[in-house]
T-cell receptor, first 109, second 112 residues
Framework: EDQVTQSPEALRLQEGESSSLNCSYT??????LFWYRQDPGKGPEFLFT???AGEEKEKERLKATLTKKESFLHITAPKPEDSATYLC??????????FGTGTSLTVIP | NAGVTQTPKFQVLKTGQSMTLQCAQD?????MSWYRQDPGMGLRLIHY???????DQGEVPNGYNVSRSTTEDFPLRLLSAAPSQTSVYFC???????????FGDGTRLSIL
Protein backbone atom coordinates (compact mmCIF):
# COMPACT_ATOMS: atom_id res chain seq x y z
CA GLU A 1 0.00 0.00 0.00
CA ASP A 2 1.28 3.42 -0.91
CA GLN A 3 2.20 5.37 2.17
CA VAL A 4 3.85 8.61 3.25
CA THR A 5 5.19 9.04 6.79
CA GLN A 6 6.52 12.27 8.25
CA SER A 7 8.59 12.65 11.38
CA PRO A 8 8.69 14.10 13.90
CA GLU A 9 5.02 15.01 14.40
CA ALA A 10 6.03 18.16 16.23
CA LEU A 11 9.29 20.03 16.62
CA ARG A 12 10.18 22.99 18.84
CA LEU A 13 13.36 24.88 18.02
CA GLN A 14 15.08 27.91 19.45
CA GLU A 15 15.60 30.67 16.92
CA GLY A 16 18.81 29.89 15.06
CA GLU A 17 18.80 26.18 15.98
CA SER A 18 19.03 24.17 12.73
CA SER A 19 17.23 20.85 12.24
CA SER A 20 15.73 18.47 9.66
CA LEU A 21 12.27 17.12 8.93
CA ASN A 22 11.86 13.66 7.42
CA CYS A 23 9.42 12.29 4.84
CA SER A 24 9.63 8.59 4.03
CA TYR A 25 7.52 6.96 1.33
CA THR A 26 6.69 3.51 0.01
CA UNK A 27 5.11 4.62 -3.27
CA UNK A 28 6.20 2.58 -6.26
CA UNK A 29 7.06 4.50 -9.38
CA UNK A 30 7.40 7.92 -7.76
CA UNK A 31 6.50 10.68 -10.21
CA UNK A 32 7.44 13.56 -7.92
CA LEU A 33 7.75 14.62 -4.28
CA PHE A 34 6.38 17.95 -3.10
CA TRP A 35 6.92 19.99 0.06
CA TYR A 36 4.27 22.44 1.24
CA ARG A 37 3.94 24.81 4.16
CA GLN A 38 0.56 25.25 5.85
CA ASP A 39 -0.33 28.06 8.24
CA PRO A 40 -3.35 27.75 10.57
CA GLY A 41 -6.65 28.31 8.77
CA LYS A 42 -4.98 28.43 5.35
CA GLY A 43 -4.42 26.10 2.45
CA PRO A 44 -1.00 24.55 1.83
CA GLU A 45 1.55 26.74 0.08
CA PHE A 46 4.05 25.19 -2.32
CA LEU A 47 7.75 25.12 -1.38
CA PHE A 48 9.66 22.55 -3.49
CA THR A 49 9.31 19.79 -6.06
CA UNK A 50 11.85 16.97 -6.37
CA UNK A 51 11.65 14.45 -9.19
CA UNK A 52 14.66 12.14 -8.90
CA ALA A 53 16.99 10.71 -6.24
CA GLY A 54 19.96 12.97 -5.58
CA GLU A 55 18.09 16.13 -6.46
CA GLU A 56 18.30 19.12 -4.11
CA LYS A 57 16.39 22.41 -4.01
CA GLU A 58 17.10 25.44 -1.85
CA LYS A 59 15.17 28.59 -0.90
CA GLU A 60 16.26 31.00 1.80
CA ARG A 61 16.65 28.96 5.02
CA LEU A 62 15.12 25.79 3.56
CA LYS A 63 16.77 23.00 1.61
CA ALA A 64 15.03 19.86 0.35
CA THR A 65 16.79 16.63 -0.63
CA LEU A 66 15.54 13.34 -2.09
CA THR A 67 16.72 9.73 -1.94
CA LYS A 68 15.00 6.61 -3.27
CA LYS A 69 13.02 6.13 -0.06
CA GLU A 70 12.89 9.47 1.74
CA SER A 71 13.19 13.22 1.58
CA PHE A 72 14.56 15.68 4.08
CA LEU A 73 13.65 19.31 4.62
CA HIS A 74 16.60 21.01 6.28
CA ILE A 75 15.96 24.27 8.11
CA THR A 76 19.04 26.40 8.76
CA ALA A 77 18.97 29.09 11.46
CA PRO A 78 15.17 29.21 11.62
CA LYS A 79 13.22 32.32 12.56
CA PRO A 80 9.84 32.57 14.34
CA GLU A 81 8.13 33.25 11.01
CA ASP A 82 9.15 29.74 9.89
CA SER A 83 6.67 28.34 12.40
CA ALA A 84 4.06 26.34 10.45
CA THR A 85 3.09 22.80 9.56
CA TYR A 86 5.23 21.32 6.81
CA LEU A 87 3.57 18.76 4.55
CA CYS A 88 5.13 16.23 2.23
CA UNK A 89 3.22 14.80 -0.75
CA UNK A 90 4.14 12.18 -3.34
CA UNK A 91 2.70 11.68 -6.79
CA UNK A 92 2.12 8.03 -7.62
CA UNK A 93 1.33 6.54 -11.04
CA UNK A 94 -2.26 7.10 -12.10
CA UNK A 95 -2.33 10.77 -11.10
CA UNK A 96 -2.82 9.97 -7.42
CA UNK A 97 -1.31 12.12 -4.68
CA UNK A 98 -0.59 10.96 -1.13
CA PHE A 99 0.13 13.37 1.71
CA GLY A 100 1.84 12.79 5.00
CA THR A 101 0.28 14.04 8.23
CA GLY A 102 2.83 16.83 8.54
CA THR A 103 5.39 18.16 10.99
CA SER A 104 4.27 21.06 13.18
CA LEU A 105 7.26 23.36 13.63
CA THR A 106 7.44 26.00 16.36
CA VAL A 107 10.41 28.37 16.42
CA ILE A 108 10.82 30.14 19.75
CA PRO A 109 12.39 33.64 19.78
CA ASN B 1 -4.66 37.15 -9.44
CA ALA B 2 -7.41 35.53 -7.38
CA GLY B 3 -5.79 32.07 -7.63
CA VAL B 4 -8.06 29.31 -6.31
CA THR B 5 -11.32 30.51 -4.79
CA GLN B 6 -13.49 28.29 -2.64
CA THR B 7 -17.01 29.05 -1.43
CA PRO B 8 -18.47 28.92 1.11
CA LYS B 9 -15.77 29.24 3.80
CA PHE B 10 -17.98 27.69 6.48
CA GLN B 11 -21.11 25.53 6.31
CA VAL B 12 -23.24 23.56 8.74
CA LEU B 13 -25.52 20.84 7.39
CA LYS B 14 -27.92 18.34 8.79
CA THR B 15 -27.51 14.64 8.09
CA GLY B 16 -29.10 13.75 4.77
CA GLN B 17 -28.90 17.21 3.23
CA SER B 18 -27.06 17.77 -0.02
CA MET B 19 -24.85 20.65 -1.01
CA THR B 20 -22.24 21.79 -3.51
CA LEU B 21 -18.84 23.17 -2.61
CA GLN B 22 -17.64 25.58 -5.25
CA CYS B 23 -14.10 25.89 -6.58
CA ALA B 24 -12.87 28.25 -9.28
CA GLN B 25 -9.39 29.07 -10.59
CA ASP B 26 -8.29 31.83 -12.94
CA UNK B 27 -4.85 30.48 -13.90
CA UNK B 28 -5.96 28.32 -16.86
CA UNK B 29 -4.81 25.20 -15.03
CA UNK B 30 -5.66 21.82 -16.51
CA UNK B 31 -5.39 19.74 -13.32
CA MET B 32 -7.84 20.32 -10.46
CA SER B 33 -8.45 18.27 -7.35
CA TRP B 34 -10.42 18.04 -4.13
CA TYR B 35 -8.99 16.93 -0.77
CA ARG B 36 -10.33 16.54 2.70
CA GLN B 37 -8.18 17.20 5.74
CA ASP B 38 -8.96 15.48 9.03
CA PRO B 39 -6.94 15.56 12.26
CA GLY B 40 -4.25 12.88 12.25
CA MET B 41 -5.09 11.79 8.70
CA GLY B 42 -3.44 14.34 6.49
CA LEU B 43 -4.87 15.47 3.18
CA ARG B 44 -6.70 12.73 1.27
CA LEU B 45 -7.59 12.97 -2.41
CA ILE B 46 -11.33 12.72 -3.14
CA HIS B 47 -11.63 13.36 -6.90
CA TYR B 48 -9.51 14.96 -9.55
CA UNK B 49 -9.71 16.20 -13.13
CA UNK B 50 -6.98 16.42 -15.76
CA UNK B 51 -9.06 18.70 -17.99
CA UNK B 52 -12.56 19.83 -18.91
CA UNK B 53 -14.90 16.86 -19.29
CA UNK B 54 -12.51 14.42 -17.57
CA UNK B 55 -12.79 13.36 -13.93
CA ASP B 56 -11.54 10.42 -11.91
CA GLN B 57 -11.66 9.04 -8.38
CA GLY B 58 -9.04 9.56 -5.74
CA GLU B 59 -8.44 7.71 -2.49
CA VAL B 60 -11.78 8.51 -0.76
CA PRO B 61 -14.48 9.16 -3.41
CA ASN B 62 -17.54 7.57 -1.76
CA GLY B 63 -20.37 10.01 -1.05
CA TYR B 64 -19.03 12.71 -3.37
CA ASN B 65 -19.62 13.63 -7.01
CA VAL B 66 -17.73 16.02 -9.27
CA SER B 67 -18.03 17.43 -12.77
CA ARG B 68 -15.76 19.61 -14.90
CA SER B 69 -17.73 21.41 -17.59
CA THR B 70 -15.23 24.29 -17.87
CA THR B 71 -11.49 24.67 -17.27
CA GLU B 72 -12.15 27.19 -14.48
CA ASP B 73 -14.72 25.43 -12.28
CA PHE B 74 -14.65 22.13 -10.39
CA PRO B 75 -17.59 21.79 -7.95
CA LEU B 76 -17.80 19.03 -5.36
CA ARG B 77 -21.26 17.66 -4.52
CA LEU B 78 -22.21 15.91 -1.32
CA LEU B 79 -25.18 13.74 -2.22
CA SER B 80 -26.52 12.90 1.26
CA ALA B 81 -24.39 14.39 4.02
CA ALA B 82 -23.21 12.14 6.84
CA PRO B 83 -21.42 13.11 10.10
CA SER B 84 -18.32 11.26 8.82
CA GLN B 85 -18.03 13.92 6.13
CA THR B 86 -17.36 16.63 8.70
CA SER B 87 -13.98 17.94 7.60
CA VAL B 88 -12.05 20.77 6.02
CA TYR B 89 -12.20 20.55 2.24
CA PHE B 90 -9.49 21.97 0.00
CA CYS B 91 -9.57 22.52 -3.73
CA UNK B 92 -6.29 22.71 -5.64
CA UNK B 93 -5.14 23.28 -9.19
CA UNK B 94 -1.94 22.97 -11.20
CA UNK B 95 -0.86 23.64 -14.75
CA UNK B 96 -0.32 19.92 -15.34
CA UNK B 97 -0.69 16.92 -13.01
CA UNK B 98 3.03 16.73 -12.16
CA UNK B 99 3.34 20.43 -11.35
CA UNK B 100 3.00 22.13 -7.94
CA UNK B 101 -0.58 22.57 -6.79
CA UNK B 102 -2.12 25.87 -5.73
CA PHE B 103 -4.61 25.48 -2.91
CA GLY B 104 -7.64 27.47 -1.89
CA ASP B 105 -8.17 28.43 1.75
CA GLY B 106 -10.68 25.65 2.37
CA THR B 107 -14.30 25.09 3.29
CA ARG B 108 -14.97 24.09 6.87
CA LEU B 109 -17.97 21.74 6.83
CA SER B 110 -19.82 20.43 9.87
CA ILE B 111 -22.56 17.83 9.58
CA LEU B 112 -24.86 17.37 12.52
Amino acid sequence: EDQVTQSPEALRLQEGESSSLNCSYTVSGLRGLFWYRQDPGKGPEFLFTLYSAGEEKEKERLKATLTKKESFLHITAPKPEDSATYLCAVQAPGNQFYFGTGTSLTVIP
Amino acid sequence: NAGVTQTPKFQVLKTGQSMTLQCAQDMNHEYMSWYRQDPGMGLRLIHYSVGAGITDQGEVPNGYNVSRSTTEDFPLRLLSAAPSQTSVYFCASSLQVNQPQHFGDGTRLSIL
